[in-house]
């Protein structure tokens, strides 16, 4: 299962948050269509209500019975993917259920293999994963990063200003179509590697969820819970 939420705060449009992650997950949809057949389902979420405490996914969530529950292996988050001095980050939450670590590696070896120098960050559960981790659902995403002041080192890996927020927009007015830098998007690897990290993510567990250290088996979800 992936998810990105719609909504935006009361303050600004939310092209970056979350404009960004929603329509790179709808292109990942419309890429994949519908063949041809793979042996996991994907089900593709947009939720409504995150600014306002994950109310969308949370009630998705809570109506699911025990056994719809274990048909989710994983969850997959994209909530801001095109900030305009990007970072590559990958959900490192501590203490995220059993299999959620298989999500994080499987990110951070995309961006490894291109190169990227990936980051763990901890995202404390405040996007709509937090709904699914909270049933004991292993989940997982990716963030081109808000608030945090991009370093030095971290400037000579991924390009962009030091010094600076990677997106000084978030949660403003000014968090309209200019804050998501155009030429960056069609162009430039940090947005299309966002991109590209959530299509080859979502497609490879739609091909499997297992393998060494894999997302734990329906049969280990149901005995961890
Ligand atoms: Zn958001």
């Not at 705060?9 to 979350?18: H, I, R, S, W």
């Not at 600014?51 to 719809?68: D, H, M, N, P, V």
């Amino acid at each position: 299962m992936a998810g990105a939420h719609l909504d935006s705060v009361d303050a600004g449009p939310g092209m970056n948050d979350n404009g960004s992650g929603s329509a790179a997950l709808l292109e990942v949809a419309l890429k994949m269509g519908s063949r041809p057949k793979l042996p996991n389902a994907v089900r593709f979420t947009w939720w409504g209500a995150e600014e306002a405490g994950l109310i969308g996914s949370r009630a998705y969530a809570s109506a699911l019975s025990f056994e719809q529950q274990l048909d989710i292996a994983l969850y997959l988050n994209f909530d801001m993917v095109g900030s305009p001095n990007p970072g590559y980050f990958v959900y490192n939450d501590p203490g995220l259920p059993h299999g959620s670590k298989h999500v994080e590696k499987a990110f951070s070896d995309f961006y490894t293999a291109r190169g990227l120098g990936p980051e763990g960050l901890n995202v404390r559960g405040a996007s709509d994963y937090g709904s699914f981790t909270a049933l004991g659902i292993p989940a997982g995403g990716i963030i081109s990063g808000g608030g945090e002041v991009k370093t030095e080192a971290q400037a000579a890996k991924w390009g962009g200003t030091a010094g600076m927020e990677m997106d000084p927009c978030y949660h403003r007015a000014c968090d309209h179509l200019g804050n998501i830098n155009r030429e960056a998007l069609g162009r430039n690897v940090a947005a299309a590697a966002h991109v590209a990290a959530a299509a080859h993510v979502i497609a490879s567990y739609a091909v499997t969820t297992e393998g060494v250290n894999g997302v734990p088996s329906r049969q280990e979800r149901a005995a961890l819970r």
